[in-house]
């Protein structure tokens, strides 16, 4: 299969009327909701174990908790700016949940951003982190919407009512950085999501106030007709959308998978710091 590449341009809409409050729920629906192919074996199979790895951080990157609207506080990987900063990329984590492997890609994207934005990598699983595939698959399966949403708005305050957030996301958590950069509002600056589920809603993408960055895989799940669906719906919203279908597995650009594309990966780890860094407005 070709490789495929679309860019959806259209203007984005610069300002809004956002209906719900952040503490109202946009999602209970489940649109966009990965947690359908946890009954598939072949998707549960087609994830391979992560490789062991410690992680010890170079950058000042430590655990840190913030309040949600819930009774349960939230967890996060939080590696600060090393100078004041408004800039803040939220960090998804695999189905696996926020394992070392994930606080390690927080560094790397904290260097990569030349240490000037702060890095929040959101523990959306409460403390829980999988090493075998059915853990991984009952976690994102058993994983409240409605929770999933309060930990994120508890980050979102946590950053603070300036702050201007991108996210990014693989897997489970490439949707989340959809829905972040929804849950975001006019904070939203980007948005980038590797071989996540997409919101196909609408009227929830019309609520989006930024560009998006799809890097998605040749996989029957979040298959070519889901991406294209979801390439129309951002036409109609009227929003901007680039994304490029690549011809690796699920789970490509996840440096602990055994399978590991390494040329696939450097291509799209490549475009999505370059896309982060211009909606940063970093050089």
Known sequence: MKKIFLTV?????????FAQSCCQLAFASNDGNMAEFTSDESFIASHQLPLAYTHNSEVGGAMITFSTTDTTDGNAYFVKAK????????????????NDHI?????????????????????MYDGKVATTREDAAK????????????????ALGYAGKKAKIASIGWCFGGGWSLKSA???????????MYYGMPVQDVEKLKTLNCEV??????????????????????????????????????????????KFDEKAATEANAMAISFLKEKFKLK
């Not at 976690?139 to 508890?154: F, H, P, S």
């Not at 890097?215 to 007709?225: G, Q």
């Open 9 to 17: 341009a259209t203007v984005l809409i610069t300002s809004f009327t």
């Open 83 to 98: 100078t004041k900063s408004k800039k803040w990329l939220f960090v998804y984590q695999e189905w696996w949940g926020l």
């Open 213 to 258: 960055l799809g890097l998605f895989a040749t996989e029957e799940w979040i298959s070519k007709k889901i991406i294209e669906e979801f390439a129309e719906n951002m036409k109609t919203a009227n929003k901007l959308l680039n994304y490029k279908i690549f011809e690796a597995e699920h789970a490509f650009a996840n440096p602990s998978n055994p």
């Open 139 to 154: 976690y994102m399966q058993g994983a409240d919407e409605k929770r999933l949403e309060n930990i994120v708005n508890g």
């Open 103 to 123: 606080k390690k890609q927080a560094d790397i994207l904290y260097n990569e951003m030349g240490g000037n934005v702060n890095v929040l990598a959101i523990d």
């Open 182 to 192: 929804i849950l975001s509002k006019k904070q939203a600056v980007g948005s980038v």
